[in-house]
């Protein structure tokens, strides 16, 4: 078969990297193993883009961990097994750019070494938490007992948890790192591997580098016997109410507390996902109105009733919409499938239904929460410059007015909670190091927030144009459920006042001005995609636009050659991220994703009100007109530009 390989490889049918690397697996697995028959009729059929898509490199960690493709799109005789036709295939699919074992075993050996490394007198301990998606469970499974091969305590959940109670569990149980089994909102054809530290966000600088070199050096032994009496344990219940008295804690409607029973009905999906185990536990105890959308109720790994579970797409949140309908609610919830993002839609005066962006819903609860703790003098004029909302670059500059207004700190990361929970970090440590004798993960929310605001920097909310959202440190990764309630929250206090959320978001417009985004991006998947992305990137640092819709451009930012500074006067970490900026003070940043084969484009411009006075209704009307019209237009500039730079 090496013979083979090696002749495609030199007629041109297959990437240099991808002989190489399927020599590699070749080498390491058994000559009758159901990844070498796997490899080998990829071979007999002919079907090179396949093996250069599952062969071309090797997973890397991105914005999001490891992350890629558990299910080719050719399934092999060998994969499918015995699993019966159109169903999930018996094993994952072969390949070094796959979610597989043999990658998991790499991952989990490399993260278990550098988590010793770091703690080398101590015993570790390893939380793991999987989502609904095909082989979550024994991608799980087989963590755990990688896991206890290298010496380490592993806890688990009973069953599919969503990733923020992953986040929340590595804190309260004070473990070394963490693992969660997800692919958060792609196909379903898709799995993957995010590792959190012992603060329970996920890897950032030295401790990403440190855990892929150790990986990159990891063997696979297939032995998986526990070393010095490691041993797995099952979480129970406890965990879950330790976590429910989190989300206790982010309501602050009066409204809500007191009368429950006069906030609008809500609708709630979990997409069949994971948010089905905490959510609706969550409204119970609000004793709110709610109904579950039942076809979305069930974990199912197909995600049946959805093109994509993604909750920022009105199509995934069609069920829930009529429903809602159906039983008079004003607001539809949906999260994706390990729940660390919720989307929207909310009835309009007509009695249709809209959906929010991710940056209606970040500002809106920024705004909310900003406005609610200054109401009740918990930011004041003494404590207000020591709390903040953290947000991506990416992220609607509505949110640094509202910081403004309220008179809080606004801080920018680049894209990826983990560095929004790097810097809730920083200040956990600034509590810390001021007050040594206290325990802060023991403190409940009150005390912790009294000590920020004293010593450190309290977070007041945090979020990503992406729809994830989080109103705790307890927490160190965006979290649906946490979203969820503080929805309701806003709805609570909204409906209190008679307006609906659409009316809450254009006071705020009124208020402050009004800002439009939009996200463009091209999807180029596999090895073919990935060069594709990273020539149009180059072609932008080669000849970098001089101006869009004859607006010149006037600055121009590269985040992964310059130095640059949030405010608190951290470095911010190097990442391709260029940011240009033009003379109406629109503005266009394109990365590329780190968790899917795309090209992003973040584009924005607003309008903002300097003055006192709110607008009028016609005037904001007017001003909404005129700036989306230009987003609009600006896109197709974008586009056309793109188009031409890869000859598309």
């Keep these: 078969m090496e013979s083979i390989v090696r002749e495609a490889c030199s007629a041109g049918h297959i990437l240099v990297s991808t002989r190489d690397n399927i020599l590699a697996e070749l080498s390491r697995t058994q000559p009758n193993s159901w990844e070498t028959r796997s490899i080998a009729e990829l071979l007999e059929k002919q079907h090179w883009a396949e093996l250069n898509d599952r062969f071309f490199r090797r997973l890397a ?5 490891l992350r890629g493709r558990t299910i080719g799109r050719v399934v092999t005789t060998a994969e499918q097994g015995n699993a019966p036709a159109g169903t999930r295939p018996q094993f994952p699919g072969v390949g070094t750019n796959m979610m597989n074992f043999a990658n998991i075993e790499r991952a989990t050996r490399g993260l278990c070494r550098y988590v010793t490394s770091r703690f080398p007198d101590q015993r570790c301990a390893l939380v793991i938490a999987h989502d609904v998606r095909h082989f979550s469970r024994e991608f799980c499974d087989f963590t755990a007992r990688i896991a206890t091969n290298e010496g380490f305590d592993v806890f688990i959940f009973p069953e599919e948890r969503s990733t923020p109670m992953l986040s929340f569990a590595v804190r309260h149980l004070r473990a070394h790192c963490g693992v969660v089994i997800t692919a958060s909102h792609n196909p379903p054809y898709d799995n993957g591997y995010k590792a959190y530290f012992d ?23 297939g032995d998986h016997t526990p070393k010095n009496g490691a041993k797995i344990t099952t979480l129970g219940p406890d965990i879950e109410e330790a976590y ?3 989300l206790a804690t982010l309501p602050l409607s009066d409204t809500l507390k007191s009368a429950p029973h006069s906030v609008p009905k ?8 994971t948010g089905a185990r905490a959510i609706p536990e969550a409204f119970k105890r609000l004793k709110i109105d709610f109904s579950v959308v039942a076809e979305q109720e069930q974990p199912d790994g197909d995600f049946p009733t959805v093109k994509s579970p993604n909750p920022e797409n009105g199509e995934a949140l069609s069920l829930g919409v009529a429903l809602a309908k159906k039983t008079g ?12 993002r919720m989307g929207i839609a909310v009835r309009k005066a007509d009695g249709d239904f809209q959906l929010l962006t991710g940056n209606h819903i970040g500002a809106l609860l920024a705004y909310h929460r900003c406005k609610k703790l200054t109401d009740a003098g918990i930011l004041n004029s003494q404590t207000r410059t020591r709390a903040c909302l953290i947000k991506t670059f990416v992220t609607t500059e509505l949110q640094a007015r509202i910081a403004e207004k309220f008179g809080v700190r606004l801080i920018n990361t680049l894209t990826g909670f983990k560095y929004i929970g790097q810097k809730l970090l920083r200040y956990e440590r600034a509590v810390l190091a001021a007050r040594p004798d206290v325990d802060y993960r023991a403190l409940d929310h009150n005390a912790r927030r009294d000590l920020q605001l004293q010593h450190g920097c309290y977070f007041i909310f945090g979020g990503e144009e992406s729809y994830g959202y989080s109103g705790t440190d307890a927490v160190r990764d965006k979290d649906g459920n946490a979203a969820a309630v503080m929805i309701v929250d806003l709805l609570a206090e909204s409906s209190s006042i008679g307006k609906s959320i659409l009316e809450y978001l254009d006071s705020l417009y009124a208020e402050l001005g009004y800002y439009r985004e939009k996200l463009g991006q091209f999807v180029m998947e596999g090895a073919e995609g990935a060069a594709k992305i990273q020539s149009l990137l180059k072609s932008y640092l080669d000849q ?19 130095t640059l500074y949030d405010a608190d006067g951290d470095v911010l970490p190097k990442e391709l991220m260029l940011q240009f900026e033009l003379s109406n003070g629109a503005r266009i940043i394109i990365r590329g994703s780190g968790t899917e084969p795309k090209i992003k484009y973040y584009l924005s411009s607003h309008r903002a009100n300097l003055t006192d006075t709110p607008w009028t209704i016609e005037h904001l009307s007017l001003i909404k007109s005129e700036v989306d019209s ?4 600006l896109w197709s500039e974008v586009e056309r530009d793109a188009l031409q730079r890869t000859g598309g």
């Design 199 to 221: 603060d329970g966000a996920q890897l950032v600088e030295p401790e990403a580098t440190g855990v892929i070199q150790a990986a990159a050096q990891a063997q696979i032994t």
């Design 61 to 65: 960690f991105g914005t999001g961990g």
């Design 244 to 246: 429910q008295g989190v």
């Design 266 to 273: 809500v609708v709630y999906s979990p997409i069949h996902g």
């Design 630 to 633: 230009e987003v609009e237009a």
């Design 329 to 340: 609610a004003t607001l539809v919830i949906g999260t994706d499938p390990d729940n660390d």
């Design 544 to 562: 970098p636009p001089k101006s869009y819709l004859g607006r010149a451009v006037t600055r121009t930012i590269n985040h992964a050659t310059e």
